[in-house]
């Protein structure tokens, strides 16, 4: 069940943040003529400002959240692995500060007159961080490997729009099924199921990462670890000591590597939001997003030139074994649960970072209208009055209550909410709530 939509808080003690490279690259548009392919033009010096003096020491110190599982692109899961793979890898198309759509290790590309071939034109400087060429190849590989049922991806769905892919990830196809091929070293032809028109945007996802094909063969599941992992990116990984920090430092092998500005990157790995912001006040971290929520205005108040609030297309939510008993077949009682809790007083009070409440999945967006359940509209004492119908109806009341468990990863903020949550359900419904914490 949705609760709210994200906004993304972070803190930058310099604000001015040098990008690793520079000189990055923006569409000039979109084509779908094949004498008309896609290319790159200057997208000007990204960086510091006119006069901005940078520190003679380029080493970046950012507080990363949870410890990643994995740096394999194809296997790691949540935000904290994604930033640090976001450093080691090129994707072929990359997002610009301003959230254009920019040429990455693809210099061109063009679409087919049906929507449903893309031909990507490589350029001819990328290198692996050993100094091999990044090929045509290399990607065919790292998309089959993705999609290989083998590979156990929990994102696998992002790449589903390409020709098979579903099928190889259910184990009906082989991966050498999958509509993509090198033809030649610099040009790689992806093939759709059909006309996907969001489908350059997936490919900045690190399940369209590539890997480095001799590597994984040599090391297997080793091969995304310090001294053997070779990427394509700006940086490259130094050194991994679980439950501290991860370090990255500059790839001298990358095509922008004399216009990356920060040499040294280290990612901690800190869950609590006041070790994090006690560290930030103490100098030892320029960035993070990890930002206690009970200290929220006072930041705002006395670090206000280091507050920044962007928008973050993403939604928290609980979700429900509705596998098993006591929610399979239980609609009615899942929706209980769901017009019990008070968002308004979640966003409001609770949160208070600029959240919004989510009736639905999917925020209002550009070219969308939010759908959104006609309860959400009624006032609380209706929308109580119908949950407790529905929990009654599903045989629970005060002499036979519902027994549940929630689980939650370790952060006081998540446990504050869950508290909450659990409250609103005792108080509208009778609900005993057990509360677990999880790493």
Not at 51 to 67: F, I, M, R, S, W
Not at 138 to 166: C, E, F
Not at 302 to 314: A, E, K, N, T
């Amino acid at each position: 069940m949705p609760l709210h939509y994200f906004v993304y808080p972070s803190m930058n003690r310099h604000r001015v943040t040098a990008l690793a490279a520079a000189g990055l690259l923006v569409l000039a548009g979109c084509s779908n003529d094949n004498q008309s392919p896609v290319k790159a033009r200057d997208y000007g010096q990204i960086g510091g400002e006119s006069g901005t003096e940078l520190a003679t020491d380029q080493v970046l110190h950012k507080g990363n959240g949870a410890e990643p599982q994995t740096l394999d692109p194809h296997r790691a899961q949540g935000v904290p692995a994604g930033n640090i793979l976001r450093d080691l890898y090129e994707p072929l198309v990359m997002e610009a500060p301003d959230g254009e759509l920019i040429a990455g290790a693809a210099e061109s590309w063009v679409l087919s007159d049906d929507g449903r071939v893309y031909t990507f034109t490589l350029r001819s400087d990328g290198r692996w961080s050993n100094g091999d060429p990044v090929t045509a190849g290399d990607w065919a590989y790292s998309l089959r490997r993705g999609l290989d049922p083998a590979t156990l991806s929990v994102y696998s769905g992002i790449l589903y729009p390409i020709k098979n892919a579903a099928a190889i990830n259910r184990g009906e196809l082989p991966p050498e099924e999958l509509g993509v091929r090198a033809i030649d070293d610099l040009t790689l032809e992806i093939t759709l199921e059909n006309p996907t028109p969001f489908f350059l945007g997936l490919l900045n996802h690190s399940m369209a990462y590539p890997v480095h094909p001799p590597s994984v063969v040599e090391h297997g599941e080793r091969f995304a670890r310090p001294g053997k992992l070779i990427s394509n990116g700006a940086y490259v990984l130094k050194d991994w000591v679980v439950q501290s920090h991860i370090e990255l430092a500059r790839n001298e092998q990358y095509r922008e590597n004399t216009a990356t500005r920060i040499n040294q990157v280290f990612y901690y790995a800190i869950e609590n939001a006041d070790a994090v912001f006690a560290r930030y006040r103490a100098d030892e971290l320029d960035f993070t997003t990890t930002i206690p929520i009970r200290q929220l205005e006072f930041i705002k108040t006395s670090l206000p030139g280091d507050y920044v609030q962007s928008p973050y297309l993403g939604v928290y939510y609980y979700g429900l074994n509705t596998t098993k008993a006591p929610f399979k077949g239980q609609p009615g009682l899942r929706k209980a649960l769901s017009m019990a809790i008070d968002r308004e007083i979640i966003t409001d009070k609770l949160s208070g970072a600029g959240e919004l409440p989510a009736y639905g999945w999917v925020p209002a967006v550009q070219g969308y209208e939010q759908q959104q359940p006609e309860w959400a509209t009624w006032t609380r004492a209706e929308r109580h009055a119908e949950a407790r119908r529905l929990y009654k109806e599903a045989g629970y009341n005060d002499a036979n209550p519902l027994v549940l468990e929630i689980l939650y990863n370790t952060s006081q903020d998540h446990k504050r909410l869950a508290i909450a949550i659990s409250s609103m359900w005792k108080q509208v419904l009778g609900v005993e709530t057990q509360l677990l914490n999880q790493e």
